[in-house]
C-alpha cells in the first residue's frame, strides 16, 4: 500500500489559503494554532491583500510559494474552493484539506462542485481532506490543521490515543471529553464529505503509527471497504484497539445519515459484523467510547477475565460482581488458604470475592494494604479493582489512603490496578500517575475491563489464524439464471458436498439412475425459469423404487407444463433422500459497502420468527466460521436437545469458509447465493445443502408461472 | 395499614443513647446534624457520664428521660445493643435505629443477637431500624438520624426524591451523586440487617407522603412481600416513580449477598418480573439511577414518546436519533408544511427530525429561536431537546446563547424541555432553573425519557386494571399426590375450560364412553402415582372406534403394571382430541419471598433452547396477562407466522389471569401447577390446556416406576 497520507498527517510544509490576521476566524485559527505550538516546518500563509499574517511573511497565491508544500489548507469560502484546488493541483501539491460546507450536503449543485473538486484531484495524483471538515492535528510533530474551538483552550497533548472521525463536531466533542479525562491524543482526523479520502483510508495510516494503543473512531459509513478491513487486520495484527462509534443503526438514524454527509451507509447489521469480525468494539454511547478508550490506553489487555474485587461495603460489592458477570468477566474466588490468611488478619471479613474488609479496614489502614496486597499476590487475578467512594476526596483521610494503597500495590506491574471513586479531578489524576486506572462508575469500569479482554483474545486470533482452505479456480458463472442443478455442480468444485444427483431428460426412463443412485430418493423439476420448485408442484420426496420414480417424474412433467408453460424444462433430478440432523441455512449476498457477506442461522422458527442469524464479510477460515456458528441465539440446537446427537461443527464450518472464499473469488460475477437448508447431520457426518441457488450479477431470474 | 413508622421517619421527640461530645463519632455526628439543622422537636443525649452533651441536656438512661421519646438513636456497640434495646421497650418507645455492626453478617453469636433485639421489639410493639444500618434522615422535618459522613460537607437539602436503601454506604453514595446533580432528597431511609423494618415497607411509607415524585431503592433481596406489593401499587396510584437498584443478579452476585447481609434474594428473575409488572424502573447502574430520578423528579411524565431533537450537527443529532429509537421514542417527523417554514428561514437545514440547523444557526441565533420556537408549536412533541456541546460552557457567547434559547421556550410548559451540554455543574443550574432538564450525555437523556414515557403508561394502569374475574371460592385441596383428572376438576372449577374428559375404570367398557365423547380420542393412564405418564406409556393418541379404544385400554393397563407394579392404578382417562393452534406452557410455582408466581413460555424449542418464558406474580388481571404474553421472544408464532391464523391471545390471557387468582387464593395449599401444553388455539376457539399436574403443599409425588 503506497503511503499517500503522510504528506497529509505528517507534513513537513504547510500552506494556509485564506490565511487571516484575526485568530478567531476560520482563515485565522490554525496559523494561531501552528504559531503557539511550535511547528518546525516551513508555513506559508497565502493571502493576496497582505505581506505578513500573524507574523508569517504570506504570498498572494499557491504559485508564488517558495516551494511546493506538502499539504494546503483551504480557509476559503465554497464559492472559491474549487479554484483553489485547482492552484494545488497544478502546483503539485500533495494533498489539500477542504474546511467549507456548502458542498453535496447541502445542494446538487454543491454535489457537482465536490465532484469537480475530487476529479481535479485524482488527476493530478493529490490527495483531499473534507470539503465540509475540521481538519486534522498531529500533536507529535506540533501540527494543528484545524479550526476546531477546542484548541482554544489549549492545544491537545500528544498521547496513545488517535481519533479518526467522519463528523468534526462528534471528534471534537470526544477529544475534549478525553482531554478532561487525562488523555492525550497524538493524531486527530476529521473527513466531513469525504470526497477523496475516508474514515477508512485514514484510519489504516493512523493504526501504522508506533505507540498508538487506541484509536477512537465516528462514522456514519464507509466507502472504501478493502482500505478499512486492511486498517482493520492492521491493528489486530499491531494490538491498537479500536472503539467505534458508528451511527445509523436505528430508520430514523439512518434517514437523518442520508440527508447529512450523505454516506453510503450500508446496512447497519453488516457493519456490526464486521466490526464484529475483527475485534473492533463498537461503542453505543459516547461515555462507553471513551470508558473503554481509557482503559485500552496503557496498551496492557489482560490475558483472563480473572478480576479481583476488593470492598469496603458488602453492598457495592455486590454490585460490581454483578456488573462483573454482565461483562463477562470471572470474579473468581480466592484460593482457600488466601482466604484463611485474611480471615485470620480481620475475622469480620468475606474473604472470597468479592473481598470485603469491612469499614473496619478504613480505621486500621495496614489492614487494607494486607488484604489487597495478598490478593495481587495469592489471588491469581490478572485486573484488581478496589471500591472507594467518596474516601479519597477527604482532605485529611485521603492522603493517608493513598500511601496504603501504593504500599499495597507496589511492584505488582503485570496486573490491571483499577479504583472507582467519587472525588475530584486532581485527585483522581493522583491515582492514575500512581499506575491505576480510575473511574467514577463501577459499571462503566468493568465494561471497560470486558472489553480489554476481548481486545486480547482477538489480537491472539491474528496469530491463529488458520490457513484457509486453497482459493477454488475461478468457475465460470454464465451472466443468466442458473438451476439448481448447474449451482450445486460450480459450488461441488469450490469444496462444497451434497449428495449425488443425476439429471433425467424428460424422454428418459429414470428406472436405472434412480436404482443406481439408491433409495428412498427426492425427485425435483430442473428449469433455469423455476428456482421456486414447490409452487409449480416440482418436488416429490420418499420415491422408494422405480416405479414409483418413473410415475412421480411423469407426473411432475404434467403438472410443472400446466404450471409453467413458457418454461425450459431440462428434465427432473434425482438424488438420494437423506433425513435427521438440524435444518440451517447458510447463503450470501452483496452488501452495497462490504461486498459479499455470507448469512448463516437456523432454520424454521428460529430464522422466520426470531431472525437469528448472523453475518460475516468473506473470506474468513474455519476457525472464524466456528465463531460465527456459535453467535446464533439457538446454538444449543446444534449442541444437541432432547437426546438427540450433537450437529457436525467441524463440517459446517467448513462449508460456511469455503462458501465464504468462493463468494469473494466471484464477488463481480455473483449476486447472492442460498443454501437452504443445510442438514447440520451428526458429528462425523458432515454437513449438506439440499438445495442451492445461484443468482448471477444483473441475472434475473423469469417467473415462467402461469 | 396501621402506620408504625411515622414515629421514626417523622418523630416529635428523638433520644441518641451514647450521645458523644465528639462530632465526628458516630454518637456525635447526629446530634451535631440535628443541633445545625435545628431540628423543633425534643433532644434527649443519654450519656452516663455527662449532664450536658453539645449543648444539649444530657440523661443517664432512657428510663430517667423527662419524656417517652418517639425514636430512640442507639449509637452504642454491639454488645451493649440489646440491653439499650430492653430498655426502650421497657419504657416504651415507639422505634428504635441501630447503627452498631456486629450482628448478623458477622458470625452466629451475632446472628442471636439480632433475633433477641427483634423479639424484645415484637413483643413491646416497638418498631426496629437495623441493625448494621446508617439510619435515616427526613430533611422536610430537620431530623438527620444518621451518622453519614455525606452531611460532614453539608446538610441534604428536601426536594422531590427520597432515597429508601438497604445498604448505608449505597445509600450515602447515590444521595451524594444526587446533591452534586442538584438534587433535593426528602426522605433517606436505610435499612441494614432488617431484622425488622425491611426497604418494602420502609417504600411503603415513603411513596405515601405528599410531594415526592421519585424514589431511588437499592435491595440485595426483600422479606416483606405483601408491603413491597402493596408500596408498588401505592406508588403506581399516586403516580410516584420508584427507579430500583436490586443487586445480586449475577451466581457470583447472589453468593456474595448471601454472605453480606443474609437477605432472602429469592429468585432475581422474579424479583425483575415483578418490578416489570408494577411499572418500577430496574436500573442496572448506579448512573442509570441517577438519571432516570433526575427526569423523574420534576413529577412531568409525558403522554406519548414523541421527541422532538434539535441538533447544529448532523452526526449528533443522527446519534440521538439511533439513542431514542434503542429508548423506544418516536422520532417523528415535523408536519410538511412545518418544514417547509424552516427551509424558507434557511435552506440548508434539514428540517424532518432530527432538526438540523447546522452551524450556521449559531452565527445566527435569531434562527435558532425560530427553529426551536417551530419545532415547539408546530411539532406536536412532548419532548424536546436541543444538543449544543461546549457552547454553553464560553463565557462569552454562552449567555447569548442561553437568551436565545429561554425565548424559544417561553410558554411552553407542557413539553419535557431537555439540553444536552458538557458545561460547569453552575452553567448547567442555570439551564435548569429556566425548565430545562441538563444532561451531559444524550444517551443517558433517551434513556431516561423512555423512562418517563413507561412511567406514564405504568400509571395509566392503575386506572385502567379490569375488573379481575371474581376469585373462586376456596376449593378442598388434598395434601397428596393429585391426579391429572382430580387436577383437572378442580380447575374447572377455577374457570379454566378443558376438553370434555371421562374416567373409565379398569374393569368397564370404554365403548360407550367413547362413543358419547365422539372421535379422534386421546386415552391417559389415571393413577395418582405416575405424574409423568409417557414414561410408564400411559399416554394414546388418535384412537379412532370404540374397538381401538377396548384394544388400547388393555394394552396401556397391561404395559403400566408391568412397568410400575406398586402404582395405585384408577383407570384410564378418555378426552377429545385436538389439534392446530400454537403449543404454549403455563404454570405457576411458589417464590420463597414473592408466594405464586405464575409463568407463561411457547412450548417446544422456545422454552428447552431459548429459555423464553415470562413470570407475574399472582394474581393479576386480563390486561396483565395480555401485557405478559406479549413478552415473549417468539410473540409472533401466535400472531400467526406461514400463514396461520392468529392464536385467541384473550383466551390464553383469560386463562392465565384466573390461574393466577387460583394460585393466589391457594397459596398455602399448592406448590406448584403445570398446564404443558396449553394449546392456543385460532382466535375464537379458545387457549386448552391438554394436560394438567397440581403438586400439593408438602405432598411428595412418589415414583412408582419399577
Given at each position: 500500500m503506497t503511503d499517500t497520507l503522510s504528506a497529509l498527517l505528517d507534513p513537513r510544509s504547510i500552506a494556509i489559503v485564506g490565511?487571516?490576521?484575526?485568530?478567531?476566524r476560520i482563515g485565522g485559527r490554525p496559523l494561531r494554532y501552528l504559531r503557539e505550538s511550535g511547528f518546525k516546518g516551513a508555513i506559508y500563509p497565502v493571502n493576496p491583500?497582505?505581506?505578513?499574517v500573524q507574523g508569517f511573511t504570506a504570498y498572494p497565491s499557491i504559485a508564488s510559494l517558495p516551494a511546493t508544500p506538502d499539504v494546503a489548507i483551504l480557509a476559503v469560502p465554497a464559492a472559491a474552493t474549487v479554484e483553489a484546488v485547482r492552484e494545488c493541483a497544478e502546483r503539485g501539491v500533495s494533498s489539500a484539506i477542504v474546511f467549507s460546507a456548502g458542498f453535496a450536503e447541502t445542494s446538487e449543485e454543491g454535489r457537482a462542485m465536490q465532484n469537480e473538486i475530487a476529479d481535479i484531484a485524482r488527476e493530478a495524483g493529490m490527495r483531499v481532506l473534507g470539503p465540509n471538515c475540521l481538519g486534522v492535528f498531529n500533536a507529535r510533530a506540533n501540527y494543528y490543521g484545524t479550526f476546531s474551538a477546542?484548541?482554544?483552550?489549549g492545544l491537545i497533548e500528544p498521547g496513545p490515543v488517535s481519533v479518526v472521525s467522519q463528523s468534526g463536531a462528534y471528534g471534537s466533542h470526544i477529544t475534549h471529553l478525553a482531554r478532561q479525562r487525562g488523555l492525550g491524543i497524538s493524531h486527530w482526523v476529521t473527513t466531513g464529505n469525504e470526497c477523496d479520502i475516508d474514515v477508512a483510508e485514514a484510519l489504516r495510516w493512523v493504526v501504522d503509527q508506533d505507540g498508538v494503543n487506541v484509536v477512537m473512531a465516528y462514522a456514519e459509513g464507509i466507502r472504501n471497504r478493502d482500505a478499512f478491513i486492511d486498517a482493520l487486520e492492521t491493528a489486530r495484527r499491531r494490538e491498537t484497539a479500536i472503539v467505534f462509534m458508528k451511527v445509523g443503526r436505528s430508520e430514523v438514524g439512518a434517514h437523518a445519515v442520508s440527508s447529512h454527509t450523505a454516506a453510503l451507509a450500508g446496512s447497519d447489521a453488516v457493519f456490526d459484523a464486521v466490526l464484529k469480525q475483527y475485534g473492533v468494539h463498537r461503542a453505543h454511547t459516547t461515555a462507553e467510547q471513551l470508558d473503554i478508550a481509557y482503559a485500552a490506553s496503557r496498551g496492557i489487555f489482560p490475558k483472563t477475565g480473572r478480576l479481583g474485587i476488593f470492598t469496603l461495603s458488602g453492598g457495592f460489592g455486590i454490585q460490581m460482581a454483578d456488573d462483573a458477570a454482565d461483562a463477562g468477566l470471572d470474579v473468581a474466588p480466592m484460593p482457600e488458604t488466601a482466604q484463611g490468611e485474611l480471615k485470620e488478619i480481620l475475622p469480620y471479613a468475606s474473604p472470597v470475592n468479592p473481598v470485603d474488609a469491612t469499614a473496619q479496614a478504613l480505621t486500621e489502614l495496614p489492614v487494607m494494604t494486607r488484604f489487597i496486597s495478598t490478593m495481587l499476590e495469592k489471588g491469581g487475578y490478572d485486573m484488581f479493582t478496589g471500591i472507594f467512594g467518596s474516601g479519597p476526596a477527604s482532605p485529611t483521610f485521603g492522603p493517608m489512603l493513598r500511601k496504603a494503597l501504593e504500599d499495597a500495590v507496589?511492584?505488582?506491574?503485570?496486573v490491571i490496578k483499577c479504583l472507582t471513586m467519587s472525588a475530584p479531578a486532581e485527585v483522581m489524576r493522583s491515582y492514575e500517575e500512581k499506575g491505576f486506572l480510575v473511574y467514577e462508575d463501577g459499571t462503566a469500569l468493568t465494561h471497560a475491563l470486558g472489553a480489554l479482554v476481548r481486545f486480547r483474545q482477538n489480537f491472539d486470533l491474528a496469530k491463529a489464524a488458520d490457513v484457509a482452505p486453497a482459493s477454488p479456480a475461478p468457475a465460470d458463472i454464465p451472466a443468466r439464471a442458473i438451476t439448481e442443478h448447474e449451482a450445486k455442480s460450480i459450488l461441488t468444485k469450490a469444496g462444497i458436498s451434497f449428495t449425488p444427483e443425476r439429471l433425467v431428460t424428460p424422454e428418459a426412463d429414470p428406472g436405472p439412475v434412480a436404482d443406481g443412485l439408491g433409495y428412498p430418493l427426492v425427485m425435483k423439476i430442473s428449469s433455469p425459469d423455476l428456482p421456486h420448485k414447490t409452487e409449480v408442484g416440482g418436488v416429490a420426496l420418499s420415491l422408494k423404487t422405480a416405479d414409483e420414480v418413473r410415475t412421480a417424474m411423469s407426473a411432475m412433467l404434467a403438472r410443472v407444463r400446466a404450471k409453467a408453460p413458457d418454461a425450459r424444462i431440462e428434465g427432473v433430478i434425482l438424488t438420494p433422500m437423506i433425513s435427521g440432523g438440524v435444518e440451517t441455512i447458510a447463503g450470501t449476498f452483496t452488501d452495497p459497502t462490504m461486498g459479499p457477506v455470507v448469512m448463516f442461522g437456523l432454520g424454521g422458527v428460529f430464522v422466520e420468527v426470531l431472525k437469528d442469524v448472523t453475518f460475516r464479510v468473506a473470506p474468513f477460515d474455519k476457525a472464524e466460521a466456528h465463531r460465527m456458528i456459535r453467535e446464533i441465539r439457538g446454538f444449543a440446537m446444534l449442541e444437541g436437545v432432547r437426546g438427540a446427537p450433537p450437529a457436525d461443527l467441524d463440517a459446517l464450518a467448513d462449508l460456511l469458509s469455503r462458501l465464504s472464499i468462493f463468494a469473494h473469488v466471484h464477488a463481480e460475477q455473483i449476486d447472492s447465493i442460498d443454501l437452504n437448508p443445510v442438514l447440520a447431520l451428526p458429528k462425523g457426518r458432515g454437513a449438506v445443502p439440499l438445495d442451492a441457488l445461484i443468482v448471477a450479477a444483473g441475472a434475473e431470474h423469469h417467473k415462467a408461472v402461469a
Amino acid at each position: 500500500m503506497t503511503d499517500t497520507l503522510s504528506a497529509l498527517l505528517d507534513p513537513r510544509s504547510i500552506a494556509i489559503v485564506g490565511a487571516s490576521e484575526n485568530a478567531a476566524r476560520i482563515g485565522g485559527r490554525p496559523l494561531r494554532y501552528l504559531r503557539e505550538s511550535g511547528f518546525k516546518g516551513a508555513i506559508y500563509p497565502v493571502n493576496p491583500n497582505r505581506d505578513n499574517v500573524q507574523g508569517f511573511t504570506a504570498y498572494p497565491s499557491i504559485a508564488s510559494l517558495p516551494a511546493t508544500p506538502d499539504v494546503a489548507i483551504l480557509a476559503v469560502p465554497a464559492a472559491a474552493t474549487v479554484e483553489a484546488v485547482r492552484e494545488c493541483a497544478e502546483r503539485g501539491v500533495s494533498s489539500a484539506i477542504v474546511f467549507s460546507a456548502g458542498f453535496a450536503e447541502t445542494s446538487e449543485e454543491g454535489r457537482a462542485m465536490q465532484n469537480e473538486i475530487a476529479d481535479i484531484a485524482r488527476e493530478a495524483g493529490m490527495r483531499v481532506l473534507g470539503p465540509n471538515c475540521l481538519g486534522v492535528f498531529n500533536a507529535r510533530a506540533n501540527y494543528y490543521g484545524t479550526f476546531s474551538a477546542i484548541l482554544d483552550t489549549g492545544l491537545i497533548e500528544p498521547g496513545p490515543v488517535s481519533v479518526v472521525s467522519q463528523s468534526g463536531a462528534y471528534g471534537s466533542h470526544i477529544t475534549h471529553l478525553a482531554r478532561q479525562r487525562g488523555l492525550g491524543i497524538s493524531h486527530w482526523v476529521t473527513t466531513g464529505n469525504e470526497c477523496d479520502i475516508d474514515v477508512a483510508e485514514a484510519l489504516r495510516w493512523v493504526v501504522d503509527q508506533d505507540g498508538v494503543n487506541v484509536v477512537m473512531a465516528y462514522a456514519e459509513g464507509i466507502r472504501n471497504r478493502d482500505a478499512f478491513i486492511d486498517a482493520l487486520e492492521t491493528a489486530r495484527r499491531r494490538e491498537t484497539a479500536i472503539v467505534f462509534m458508528k451511527v445509523g443503526r436505528s430508520e430514523v438514524g439512518a434517514h437523518a445519515v442520508s440527508s447529512h454527509t450523505a454516506a453510503l451507509a450500508g446496512s447497519d447489521a453488516v457493519f456490526d459484523a464486521v466490526l464484529k469480525q475483527y475485534g473492533v468494539h463498537r461503542a453505543h454511547t459516547t461515555a462507553e467510547q471513551l470508558d473503554i478508550a481509557y482503559a485500552a490506553s496503557r496498551g496492557i489487555f489482560p490475558k483472563t477475565g480473572r478480576l479481583g474485587i476488593f470492598t469496603l461495603s458488602g453492598g457495592f460489592g455486590i454490585q460490581m460482581a454483578d456488573d462483573a458477570a454482565d461483562a463477562g468477566l470471572d470474579v473468581a474466588p480466592m484460593p482457600e488458604t488466601a482466604q484463611g490468611e485474611l480471615k485470620e488478619i480481620l475475622p469480620y471479613a468475606s474473604p472470597v470475592n468479592p473481598v470485603d474488609a469491612t469499614a473496619q479496614a478504613l480505621t486500621e489502614l495496614p489492614v487494607m494494604t494486607r488484604f489487597i496486597s495478598t490478593m495481587l499476590e495469592k489471588g491469581g487475578y490478572d485486573m484488581f479493582t478496589g471500591i472507594f467512594g467518596s474516601g479519597p476526596a477527604s482532605p485529611t483521610f485521603g492522603p493517608m489512603l493513598r500511601k496504603a494503597l501504593e504500599d499495597a500495590v507496589s511492584d505488582k506491574d503485570d496486573v490491571i490496578k483499577c479504583l472507582t471513586m467519587s472525588a475530584p479531578a486532581e485527585v483522581m489524576r493522583s491515582y492514575e500517575e500512581k499506575g491505576f486506572l480510575v473511574y467514577e462508575d463501577g459499571t462503566a469500569l468493568t465494561h471497560a475491563l470486558g472489553a480489554l479482554v476481548r481486545f486480547r483474545q482477538n489480537f491472539d486470533l491474528a496469530k491463529a489464524a488458520d490457513v484457509a482452505p486453497a482459493s477454488p479456480a475461478p468457475a465460470d458463472i454464465p451472466a443468466r439464471a442458473i438451476t439448481e442443478h448447474e449451482a450445486k455442480s460450480i459450488l461441488t468444485k469450490a469444496g462444497i458436498s451434497f449428495t449425488p444427483e443425476r439429471l433425467v431428460t424428460p424422454e428418459a426412463d429414470p428406472g436405472p439412475v434412480a436404482d443406481g443412485l439408491g433409495y428412498p430418493l427426492v425427485m425435483k423439476i430442473s428449469s433455469p425459469d423455476l428456482p421456486h420448485k414447490t409452487e409449480v408442484g416440482g418436488v416429490a420426496l420418499s420415491l422408494k423404487t422405480a416405479d414409483e420414480v418413473r410415475t412421480a417424474m411423469s407426473a411432475m412433467l404434467a403438472r410443472v407444463r400446466a404450471k409453467a408453460p413458457d418454461a425450459r424444462i431440462e428434465g427432473v433430478i434425482l438424488t438420494p433422500m437423506i433425513s435427521g440432523g438440524v435444518e440451517t441455512i447458510a447463503g450470501t449476498f452483496t452488501d452495497p459497502t462490504m461486498g459479499p457477506v455470507v448469512m448463516f442461522g437456523l432454520g424454521g422458527v428460529f430464522v422466520e420468527v426470531l431472525k437469528d442469524v448472523t453475518f460475516r464479510v468473506a473470506p474468513f477460515d474455519k476457525a472464524e466460521a466456528h465463531r460465527m456458528i456459535r453467535e446464533i441465539r439457538g446454538f444449543a440446537m446444534l449442541e444437541g436437545v432432547r437426546g438427540a446427537p450433537p450437529a457436525d461443527l467441524d463440517a459446517l464450518a467448513d462449508l460456511l469458509s469455503r462458501l465464504s472464499i468462493f463468494a469473494h473469488v466471484h464477488a463481480e460475477q455473483i449476486d447472492s447465493i442460498d443454501l437452504n437448508p443445510v442438514l447440520a447431520l451428526p458429528k462425523g457426518r458432515g454437513a449438506v445443502p439440499l438445495d442451492a441457488l445461484i443468482v448471477a450479477a444483473g441475472a434475473e431470474h423469469h417467473k415462467a408461472v402461469a
